[in-house]
């Protein structure tokens, strides 16, 4: 029997560097990345968890919250999740948090999930383009005390406080069952995320932080009475909440790079160059000499 009732999911996500223009100029002295040096976009795998979640919500009903710990800037990806359907939004963002390892990061989610109350469902992508450890959700699963299912490429059932869950392994599928709430990270294959809505764009055009009001302000001049645009976004629900470190009760030693123990040892950047260069002639026994020298190199198996 497949559960009636409303599911609650926080979709855990993250405004990430794009990776495909990295140089040697993005990362600091300390290990950590210049991400102002690069675009940001919405990290991928988050994306698909955000799309899992709304499809959960499609069937069951509930709500949808996501949140994402970053910058200011930040705040674009937290828009386009309200654009795609997401019911509410949570920017964290402070100083205090900057430098973070996924121990501190982990830990500043966990708090923030524990703000929210009740949820059913936690989703988050795989992993991050930037970091690629795959961390951020296991750590914070067995923070919040939940169990948890990683590579998840389907939900099959929820029925009776249970979650079925299909999971994607390099050797085939594993079909897992827990109880509710747990923990889901979120492989790419798992689906083909839903654009933005045209119609909830318009609708959450003027969505904005508070520390966005001054550069919305020169873009709507019938706002320039004091109080209006607040009073307006509070009408229409469209200020995205801030959370400082206080905000969520977490020590200034606990978060950022004071709370991350991780060390970067070493920085090494790979160059790869084309020492030598053999023409092959478009001929099948040309082809199959070179695929047979591949082959004898261990280049390919």
Known sequence: MTDSRPIDIVVLAKQVPDTHNITGD????????????????????????????????????????????GPPKAANILRESLWRGADRVILLTDRRFAGADTLATSFALQKAIEKI?????????????????????????????????????????????????????????????????????????ANTPRPPSVRRQIARKLAATAGELAALRTQWPEFETQGALEAYLAAHDLEIPVWTADDIGVASESIGLAGSPTQVHRINFVVLESTESKTVQPTPEAIAAMVAELVHEYIVG
Not at 34 to 57: C, H, T, W, Y
């Open 26 to 69: 993005v990362m600091t002295r300390d290990g950590t990345m210049n991400r102002g040096a690069l675009s940001a976009i919405f990290n991928p795998e988050d994306l698909n968890a955000l799309e899992m979640a709304l499809q959960v919500k499609d069937r069951h009903g509930g709500t949808v919250t996501v949140i994402t710990m």
């Open 117 to 189: 109350g009740r949820y059913d469902l936690v989703l988050a992508g795989r992993q991050a383009i930037d970091g690629d450890t795959a961390q951020v959700g296991p750590q914070t699963a067995e923070k919040l005390g939940i169990p948890q299912i990683t590579y998840a490429e389907s939900i099959l059932e929820i029925a009776d406080g249970r979650i079925t869950a299909q999971r994607a392994l390099d050797s085939g599928s594993e079909i897992v069952r827990c109880t509710m709430p747990c923990l889901l990270t979120v492989v790419g294959s």
